[in-house]
């Protein structure tokens, strides 16, 4: 593998690591949006959401991809809210199975990764200038 090869290589890592977190985010923003959601128009309580992801290419990983959004199917939370319109006849409502710690540490560890790939590709910019600086 010559160089000009490596050097895009980390490029298509880092920009498909980009793609990859900032779709994260936007699975993890949908789940803190819901927290409260009990009925999501089929009787039934929010599903969290996890973004799975896999390599670009199984043969020579040169990045990530998201390869599906799926459903946590995880039991949803009983909080005992008598008065609440989806309460059953005990007065428990089904909520989403959402925990608010585990999406922001989810948050936190995908906009880190996010950074990490901007930060890549920045200095990959600040290498290419200073070369074109040194051909002048």
Not at 26 to 33: Q, R
Not at 79 to 108: K, R, S
């Amino acid at each position: 593998m010559n160089i000009e090869t490596n050097m895009f290589s980390s490029i298509d890592i880092a920009t498909s690591g980009l793609r990859a977190y900032n779709k994260q985010m936007e699975v993890i923003g949908s789940n803190l949006a819901n927290i409260q959601t009990t009925d999501t128009g089929n009787g039934q309580p929010y599903r969290r959401l996890i973004a799975e992801f896999r390599t670009a290419d199984e043969e020579d990983p040169k990045g990530v991809e998201l390869s599906d959004i799926i459903q946590d199917q995880s039991a949803f939370q009983r909080i005992l809210q008598p008065g609440h319109p989806q309460a059953d006849e005990e007065g428990y409502v089904n909520m989403p199975n959402v925990n608010w710690p585990t999406e922001m540490i989810n948050l936190n560890m995908a906009s880190r990764a996010y950074q990490a790939n901007a930060a890549v590709l920045k200095r990959y910019q600040r290498m290419v200038e200073s070369s074109l600086e040194l051909l002048k």
